[in-house]
């Protein structure tokens, strides 16, 4: 069992930067890859980005790519979520996940087996 809390979440202006990060309890951390999805209002859970069980691979989706960064730091069981050039569209409450195949670059939300409280994001016009 392993427990996901999520912190960072605020409401920004278009074009600013937050760091969202996930703490886990329980089980050994890097005994997970580690992923970041998002659901706005209305809409469905999506993928955001993926990290493996050691830093060494990494995913995003496309409408992330080359604004947003994950990391890990395994010795304080955190995984973050860095966010430059925010958008409106990237208002969403933001759930971090943990998959038992530490290996696998997963995005799809039934690949997870546990999941975080999520923490809102905000951006404004």
């Known amino acids: 069992q392993v427990h996901l809390v999520e912190s960072g979440g605020s409401e920004v202006q278009a074009g600013g930067s937050l760091r969202l990060s996930c703490v886990a309890s329980?089980?050994?951390?890097?005994?997970?890859?580690m992923g970041w999805f998002r659901q706005a209002p209305g809409k469905e859970r999506e993928f955001v980005a993926v990290?493996?069980?050691?830093?060494?691979?990494?995913y995003y989706a496309d409408s992330v790519k080359g604004r947003f960064t994950i990391s890990r730091d395994n010795a304080e069981n955190t995984v973050y979520l860095q966010m430059n050039s925010l958008k409106p569209e990237d208002t969403a409450v933001y759930y971090c996940?943990?998959?038992?195949?530490?290996?696998?670059?997963?995005?799809?939300?039934?690949?997870?087996?546990?999941w975080g409280q999520g923490t809102q994001v905000t951006v404004s016009s």
């Open positions: 996940a943990a998959d038992r195949q530490k290996y696998r670059l997963a995005s799809r939300i039934i690949d997870y087996d546990y």
């Open positions: 329980g089980r050994t951390f890097s005994m997970y890859a």
């Open positions: 990290i493996n069980w050691n830093a060494g691979s990494t």
